[in-house]
T-cell receptor
Framework: AQSVTQPDIHITVSEGASLELRCNYS??????LFWYVQSPGQGLQLLLK??????LVQGIKGFEAEFKRSQSSFNLRKPSVHWSDAAEYFC??????????FGAGTTVTVRA | NAGVTQTPKFRVLKTGQSMTLLCAQD?????MYWYRQDPGMGLRLIHY???????AKGEVPDGYNVSRLKKQNFLLGLESAAPSQTSVYFC?????????FGEGSRLTVL
């Protein structure tokens, strides 16, 4: 069975600074990988996804993520954070058995 | 565009009461899911369905039942609610690996 670890529970970053959120997964085959964002009181919105091909994936809102098979990682990055990026971020891994497993989430706080 | 709609959005139950959460999607997706979200635990899969008339257990199925009588609807039932089932419940449908989520249903069991 697959699993996801997000080592950072909470990250605080200054507006305009760069952001990197870590994600490590466990899965025997090539995984489907996702990053979702959740604003307070809202559902989850897909930021980006990796299925195959180019290991650097571009998403919405200026986010990107890099799949590194050797490290079993799929870290999310943004070069310059805006106050509206304050939210909770979830990494997820999917497999051929129709299930998607989520990490515990990382809460991002943006300070002015 | 409605997407995935969950009803009700909020509900307070007493221990032992029963209730049903309804999820409706208008995207003609085959796969549908029910997750619960608890602080510090991310989303955990309760049950899922790969098509009309099918259901399967996820990670935390105990205390819940589901039905998928119509392709567009996926119902989550609590037969005898317990305080441990206080949570935010999310329904999702899936296409090509991507999940589309509803806005959640907040359930409190007293």
């Amino acid at each position: 069975a697959q699993s996801v670890t997000q080592p950072d529970i909470h990250i605080t970053v200054s507006e305009g600074a760069s952001l990197e959120l870590r994600c490590n997964y466990s899965y025997g085959a090539t995984p489907y990988l996702f990053w979702y964002v959740q604003s307070p009181g809202q559902g989850l919105q897909l930021l980006l996804k990796y299925f195959s091909g180019d290991t650097l994936v571009q998403g919405i809102k200026g986010f990107e993520a890099e799949f590194k098979r050797s490290q079993s990682s799929f870290n999310l990055r943004k070069p310059s954070v805006h106050w509206s990026d304050a939210a909770e971020y979830f990494c997820a891994v999917g497999s051929n058995d129709y299930k998607l497993s989520f990490g515990a989430g990382t809460t991002v706080t943006v300070r002015a | 565009n409605a997407g995935v709609t969950q009803t009700p959005k909020f509900r307070v139950l007493k221990t032992g009461q029963s209730m049903t959460l309804l999820c409706a999607q208008d995207m003609n997706h085959e796969y549908m899911y029910w997750y619960r979200q608890d602080p510090g635990m991310g989303l955990r899969l309760i049950h899922y369905s790969v098509g009309e008339g099918t259901t399967a257990k996820g990670e935390v199925p105990d205390g819940y039942n589901v039905s998928r009588l119509k392709k567009q609807n996926f119902l989550l039932g609590l037969e005898s609610a317990a305080p441990s089932q206080t949570s935010v419940y999310f329904c999702a449908s899936r296409l090509y690996g991507e999940l589309f989520f509803g806005e959640g249903s907040r359930l409190t069991v007293l």
